[in-house]
């Protein structure tokens, strides 16, 4: 239940920490460019096989959508 606000997404190291710990993230990048290179490495991270069987955020947790 607990949930965390990020300002400055940058590469999104927050958001993959989120994604294995299992908390709700709300991120916020303006700069066009981090926030693509960071979608990219979260999805990356996402689609990579998990080692040890830990439950997966929903899917509302941690989908990332442009403001644009």
Same mark, same amino acid.
């Given at each position: 239940?607990?949930?965390?606000?990020?300002?400055?997404?940058?590469?999104?190291?927050?958001?993959?920490?989120?994604?294995?710990?299992?908390?709700?993230?709300?991120?916020?990048?303006?700069?066009?460019?981090? =926030?693509?290179?960071? $979608?990219?490495?979260? /999805? #990356?991270?996402?689609?990579?096989?998990?080692? =040890?069987?830990?439950? $997966?955020?929903?899917? /509302? #947790?941690?989908?990332?959508?442009?403001?644009?």
């Amino acid at each position: 239940g607990q949930k965390i606000l990020d300002t400055h997404g940058g590469s999104m190291s927050i958001a993959i920490a989120c994604d294995i710990e299992g908390y709700d993230l709300t991120l916020c990048e303006l700069d066009k460019d981090y =926030f693509e290179a960071g $979608k990219k490495r979260l /999805e #990356q991270h996402q689609a990579q096989p998990r080692l =040890f069987d830990t439950p $997966k955020p929903k899917t /509302e #947790q941690l989908s990332i959508d442009s403001a644009a």
